[in-house]
């Protein structure tokens, strides 16, 4: 299958799914709550329509569950009441699912229709209420909520009143949701386990919290607050556009119900507004094909955003109605199998499996078939599609003219977010980075990694010795770099030498999935430089003297004829000359200077070393002049004093003032 294909698959595929709005918004002034209306289809064949209502838990919305005939294209969508209708039922037995991603999948009866029921004035009987309670209100929630949990809690973000579009997923499972209006959130049918619950928006900041789920306890997570950062990292960008509906004679349509927006080869997915209008959070930082589809209309052409380089992205998309549609006679019949990373597939109902370019569309029953009726003549394109997997399709399945096509098995994985570096350090491009010994940098991924498998896929331009190792958890390692010879022939870092670090796609998380792609990051080495002085820089009640020096530290060896005492000065003078003396440390060959003389106390002092130091191969130190200050201790704090000059009366003055103070 080539990449454009499936990308034009996974995109008619999502918008199939809501196909059945325009329709159900069409027959919602002709229904009544249990009243089933009977319905002449084209050719005059009569059909029956059956209604009914779902049942959700108090305070959700009950918009948008699906209930469809198990094995068969017979769907509706719920409205906001939970009220539903499925129209063009022909003769036969109908078993009926309501299902939502949030809820609980529900049976509901099983429905006979004959050919003297559609001769009937009076209408078909209404289909039993269901309940979908994730607290055990239906039979199959019992069941699910024996062996499995369910987690609820609050995320919030400063400065805006609407909470909502937060999204909320469970690392390494394909449990995911958004906030509510006010910031709640819901994840259920969850094996119990520890998890990573993690919170993503646009421009703020990731949060991620350790949570222990057990099977039958519903659990209440404490709530979070994201806050705004400058910085955009993986799960932090976003795209917003609108959708254009025209009609074969080019006038707009106003009723966006039926359209879905799609990021092909993700699970992101969107409904536009009343205008058109939509908005896609918590994307990765990749280029992104974007698509939408509606039944009966076509996209004009697809979108790319480019979210590698900027964290928003703004797209603009038009459907055109699609004037080549024909009926056709065969049924096409095939099974789709869910599986797992655990190993193993099975059947389930609620997979959706539609004809690409179409609106023909049909639910797996519980067992994984299906059935397509009426398809055209010629080559088709299924796609599948469910909740928490990835998109599959038969490209090029032949459909007889009359009769029946049976499509081969497809089987769906789960659809587990890929592993991606969210962070490194040095940034990438960064430029003068000190060496040091050792030198580190930093990688961090969205996910717990495979440690193993990131050894082995990071690889470091020009050749280097550098050594991997985990940074405070299994999301983070550290690589560090010899910044002199090792002593096994190795390479040690260079003044002044970009550096590229790559990451192959091998690198897998602890679950096992791999990367998407390669990432590489690169930094550049600074130079010959001070690296550090003791005292610090601004460092207050320090002692200087012959005993106690001062310490430079270089990150080279320095050449000893390159700095003399007068190319170290104190502001205001030191009550002596300084004295200097150097030291080679014997690993590393880098230098320290030892500076030395007496410093008055209670004194802020300024010391610079001035430029002309050069290391023993003749190159400069890139830092100088170098300046730090440092104050002394006060009189009272000195145990002992020593002082160029009269040090005896100095130490006699000192002696009584001390006196003077236990005598106060």
Not at 129 to 134: A, G, H, N, P, T
Not at 227 to 253: F, K
Not at 479 to 486: E, G, R, S
Request: glycine share 10%.
């Amino acid at each position: 299958m080539t990449r454009t294909t499936a990308a034009i698959i996974a995109a008619l595929s999502v918008a199939l799914l809501c196909a059945v709005g325009l329709l159900l918004k069409m027959q919602m002034d002709a229904r009544k709550p249990g009243v089933t209306q009977q319905t002449i289809v084209a050719g005059g064949e009569k059909t029956a329509s059956v209604s009914g209502d779902v049942g959700v838990p108090t305070g959700m919305d009950a918009f948008g569950v699906t209930v469809f005939a198990e094995g068969t294209g017979y769907m509706a969508l719920t409205d906001a009441d939970g009220r539903f209708v499925v129209s063009g039922l022909k003769p036969g037995t109908y078993k009926f699912r309501a299902t939502r991603p949030d809820l609980v999948s529900a049976e509901m009866e099983e429905v006979t229709v004959t050919n003297a029921d559609l001769e009937k004035e009076q209408p078909f009987r209404e289909l039993i209420r269901v309940l979908m309670d994730s607290n055990g209100d239906s039979d199959a929630s019992e069941i699910m909520l024996s062996t499995l949990g369910a987690i609820h809690g609050r995320a919030t973000i400063s400065g805006s009143g609407d909470q909502s579009g937060t999204t909320v997923l469970l690392e390494g499972t394909r449990h995911r949701t958004v906030t509510d209006a006010e910031g709640n959130y819901e994840i259920i049918n969850v094996e119990p386990g520890n998890y990573d619950l993690v919170f993503i928006r646009s421009g703020f900041g990731q949060i991620r919290k350790g949570i222990t789920i057990v099977a039958g306890q519903p659990m209440e997570v404490s709530a979070v607050s994201l806050s705004a950062r400058e910085d955009a990292t993986e799960g932090d960008r976003s795209i917003s556009g609108r959708v254009e509906i025209l009609t074969s004679d080019g006038s707009a349509m106003s009723d966006h119900g039926a359209v879905r927006v799609t990021v092909e080869g993700t699970s992101f997915s969107a409904t536009p507004d009343s205008e058109g209008r939509f908005q896609l959070t918590g994307l990765p930082p990749r280029l992104l094909t974007v698509s939408a589809s509606a039944p009966g209309y076509l996209l004009e052409r697809k979108a790319v955003a480019n979210l590698r380089d900027q964290t928003e992205a703004t797209v603009d998309l038009v459907l055109l109605e699609d004037t080549t549609a024909t009926a056709g006679t065969s049924i096409v019949r095939g099974r789709v199998l869910l599986a797992s990373l655990r190993g193993g597939t099975r059947g389930t109902g609620g997979v959706a499996v539609s004809i690409a370019g179409t609106s023909h569309i049909a639910f797996t029953d519980a067992s994984g078939n299906y059935q397509i009726e009426n398809v055209e003549a010629g080559r088709h394109d299924l796609i599948a599609t469910f909740n928490g997997y990835k998109t599959g399709a038969i490209e090029g399945l032949e459909v007889a003219a009359s009769g029946e096509t049976p499509a081969p098995d497809l089987t769906l994985e789960e659809d587990v977010p890929a592993p991606v570096v969210v962070a490194t350090s040095p940034d990438n491009g960064q430029s003068n980075v000190t060496i040091a010994e050792p030198t580190t940098a930093i990688i961090q991924f969205s996910m717990n990694m495979d440690a193993s498998s990131v050894i082995a896929a990071i690889n470091v331009s020009p050749k280097v010795s550098f050594r991997v190792r985990s940074e405070g958890g299994q999301d983070v390692y550290a690589l560090d770099f010899d910044a002199v010879p090792p002593g096994d022939g190795g390479v040690a870092l260079r003044y002044g030498t970009r550096y590229t670090v790559t990451i192959a796609d091998t690198a897998s998380s602890m679950t096992g999935v791999p990367m998407e792609e390669p990432y590489e990051f690169s930094f550049t080495t600074g130079y010959a430089e001070i690296i550090a002085t003791t005292p610090g820089d601004n460092a207050a009640g320090i002692t200087m003297n012959f005993d106690r020096p001062i310490s430079i530290s270089f990150n080279a060896p320095i050449d000893p004829d390159s700095i003399s005492p007068d190319d170290i000065v104190f502001n205001p003078s030191l009550s002596s000359n300084p004295n200097i003396n150097m030291r080679r440390d014997a690993k590393s060959g880098w230098t320290t200077i030892f500076v030395s003389g007496f410093a008055q106390p209670d004194v802020k002092y300024t010391m610079t070393v001035r430029r002309g130091v050069k290391t023993v191969t003749g190159d400069r130190v890139r830092n100088l002049p170098y300046r730090m200050t440092f104050t002394t201790a006060k009189w009272t704090d000195l145990g002992t004093l020593y002082n160029a000059g009269d040090n005896g009366s100095r130490r006699d003055d000192a002696r009584r003032e001390r006196e003077r103070s236990r005598r106060r």
